[in-house]
């Protein structure tokens, strides 16, 4: 008999962990609501572009046991005009938002940013469409930086 994995709920244990060929299947199914679909690319889309990038770091976001979501971000310590850290991707599945597992990974995640070499600031973008992650965002603390990046708007953590 397998034992099943227990709903998570908002007391879970949120965690960062490697994808491997065990897991993938899980992550490729998680899935945004379709009205949050223009504001983040499929993890299948994500993973495949991380494979040709040396500076993509990725993870999948669990709550205790269960893949609930999904993250990654250019990384790279040593850039000619200064360490440049920027949220490439990031997403919850539409069965676990609202449960607070996106504001866990991304304390997480930035706590490994602030551990990486010449880390001063997180840089993110978003497309500014009803329904956009501003108030998320800005809820962590990022600020708009008043620049545009291909018609998102940019916003910065400091570190």
Not at 29 to 38: G, I, Y
Request: hydrophobic share 40%; net charge negative.
């Amino acid at each position: 008999m397998t034992e099943s994995i227990p709903n998570p709920t908002r007391e879970s244990t949120v965690t960062l962990r490697e994808i491997t060929e065990d897991t993938l299947g899980s992550i490729l199914n998680l899935k945004v609501t379709d009205a949050q679909t223009v504001f983040v690319d499929s993890n299948a889309e994500s993973i495949a572009e991380a494979y040709f990038s040396e500076h993509a770091w990725f993870r999948a976001i669990y709550a205790d046991e269960t893949p609930v979501g999904f993250l990654m971000i250019h990384d790279e310590p040593d850039a000619t005009d200064g360490a440049e850290y920027y949220l490439w991707r990031f997403m919850i599945d539409e069965s676990y938002q609202r449960m607070g597992f996106g504001r866990q990974a991304m304390l997480l995640l930035i706590e490994h940013v602030k551990a990486r070499p010449n880390a001063t600031e997180l840089i993110l973008s978003y497309v500014p469409e009803e329904g956009s992650p501003k108030e998320f965002y800005e809820g962590l603390e990022f600020e708009h930086t008043g620049e545009e990046d291909d018609g998102e708007l940019v916003m910065k953590l400091d570190l």
